[in-house]
C-alpha cells in the first residue's frame, strides 16, 4: 500500500494523497509548503490543473537528472587511484577476499600518468585497443568511465604533440565499431549506464576522428641539416629503425630521392626477418620475374596473415615472488631488497590475460 514519508525510488519526493489518489510532491514544494490540496482550496477555479502541475513537476525533475547525467559524464576527475603497484589476487584467503579484476587493476595503476611517458605511451595504446575489441563490457561502470577519461587524454596529448596519429585513429575506429554493436545489445548487462551516455560518448569519438583527420603538421623550423643532407648510408640506417612498414612507405613520399631509397630490397627483407618466422616467409613466397624475391610485397602479405612483433620500451612487470604487478622503472618492495627477484615482463595481451580465470 501506498506510504507516506520519503520514497526511495526517487529521493526528494514524497508521496500525497489527493481527491484522484496518490500523488507524488517533490521537495521544492515540501520547502515551500505548497502542496496540491492547499493549492485546490487557494485556487478553486484553476484545481482541474492539478494534473498539469504535477505532469510540469516530474519533467522539470527528469530534466535535472538528465542535467545532472551529463555533468556527471563531462566530468574531468579521474576516480582512479595513482598507486605504484597493486597486488594481482586470484583467489580469497585468510589474509585477502575477493578477486582483483581487470577493471580493479585498470582503476588503481597510474595509466593517466603513463600516457605523458613516451616509453609507456605506445604500450597503453595497444591495452586500450585490446580493452576496446573484446573486453570493455568487463569493466565495472567506473572502470569504463575511466576509460574514457583515459582515451580523451590520450587524444588531446597526439593533438598537441603531433604524433603518433595514425595509430590513435585506428584505436577510435576500433572502439566505435565495438559500441556499435555493444549499444545494440543494451538491456542485456553489456553496457553499464544509460544508453544516452553511449550515444553522447559515441559522438565524442567521431569528434575526436574528425580533429585527427583535420590535424596540420607544422612544418619545423629550419635548423641545421635535415635528413635530405645526410649521406645515403645513413639515410638507409635511419631508415632501418622504423618498425612499420607504413612510415616506410609515407617517407618515400616525401621526396624522390627518399622514395627511391624507400623500395631498397634489403630494407624490407630485415623488416619481414623482424616480424615474422622462417617459417611463416616461407609460406608466403613471392618472386618477381627476374628471379628475385618480392621483399616489399611479402611484408605486406604477411601482414594480413599474421601479427606483427611487438616491443616497448617500458612495459608492465609481475613479480612471481610476491604477485605484485607493477611499472619496470618503478622501486617494488622485492626489487629493492632483491634485485634478482623473479619478474615477468607483461605484453599488452598477457595483462589482458593475468585477469581471465
Avoid at 195 to 217: A, G, Y
Avoid at 321 to 349: G, M, V
Wanted: hydrophobic residues 35%.
Amino acid at each position: 500500500m501506498p506510504f507516506l514519508g520519503q520514497d526511495w525510488r526517487s529521493p526528494g519526493q514524497n508521496w500525497v494523497k489527493t481527491d484522484d489518489g496518490w500523488k507524488k510532491r517533490t521537495a521544492d514544494d515540501k520547502n515551500n509548503n505548497v502542496s496540491v490540496g492547499s493549492f485546490c482550496k487557494d485556487n478553486k477555479p484553476e484545481c482541474f490543473n492539478k494534473e498539469n502541475l504535477l505532469l510540469s513537476l516530474s519533467y522539470e525533475m527528469s530534466a535535472k537528472k538528465r542535467k545532472k547525467d551529463l555533468m556527471n559524464n563531462n566530468s574531468k576527475v579521474p576516480y582512479f587511484h595513482r598507486e605504484k603497484w597493486i597486488y594481482v589476487h586470484k583467489g580469497s584467503t585468510k589474509e585477502r577476499h575477493g578477486y582483483c579484476t581487470l577493471g580493479e587493476a585498470f582503476n588503481r595503476l597510474d595509466f593517466s600518468s603513463a600516457i605523458k611517458d613516451t616509453r609507456r605511451f605506445n604500450y597503453v595504446v595497444r591495452l586500450l585497443e585490446l580493452i576496446a575489441k573484446s573486453q570493455l563490457p568487463s569493466l565495472s561502470g567506473v572502470a569504463q568511465k575511466n576509460y574514457m577519461n583515459i582515451l580523451e587524454r590520450v587524444v588531446q596529448k597526439v593533438l598537441d604533440d603531433q604524433q603518433n596519429v595514425r595509430p590513435i585513429k585506428e584505436l577510435l575506429q576500433t572502439l566505435y565499431v565495438s559500441l556499435c554493436g555493444l549499444v545494440q545489445d543494451m538491456g542485456k548487462s553489456v553496457l553499464v549506464g544509460n544508453i544516452n551516455i553511449w550515444v553522447h560518448r559515441m559522438d565524442n569519438i567521431l569528434q575526436w576522428q574528425q580533429q585527427l583527420d583535420n590535424i596540420q603538421i607544422n612544418r619545423p623550423a629550419a635548423m641545421g641539416m635535415s635528413l635530405t643532407d645526410l649521406p645515403a648510408s645513413l639515410q638507409l640506417n635511419i631508415m632501418q629503425r622504423l618498425t612499420d612498414g607504413r612510415d616506410l612507405v609515407s617517407l618515400g613520399q616525401v621526396c624522390p630521392e627518399l622514395g627511391a631509397l624507400t623500395e631498397d630490397r634489403l630494407l624490407w627483407k630485415k623488416l619481414c626477418q623482424y616480424h615474422f618466422t622462417d617459417r611463416q616467409i616461407r609460406k608466403r613466397l613471392m618472386v618477381s620475374e627476374k628471379g628475385h624475391l618480392e621483399w616489399k610485397k611479402m611484408y605486406f602479405k604477411l601482414s594480413r596473415c599474421y601479427a606483427h612483433r611487438e616491443q616497448y620500451s617500458d612495459t608492465l612487470h609481475l613479480c612471481t615472488h610476491c604477485h605484485i604487478l607493477f611499472w619496470k622503472d618503478t622501486n617494488h618492495p622485492c626489487t629493492a631488497n632483491n634485485p634478482e627477484s623473479c619478474t615477468t615482463s607483461l605484453s599488452p595481451q598477457d595483462f589482458i590475460s593475468l585477469f581471465n580465470f
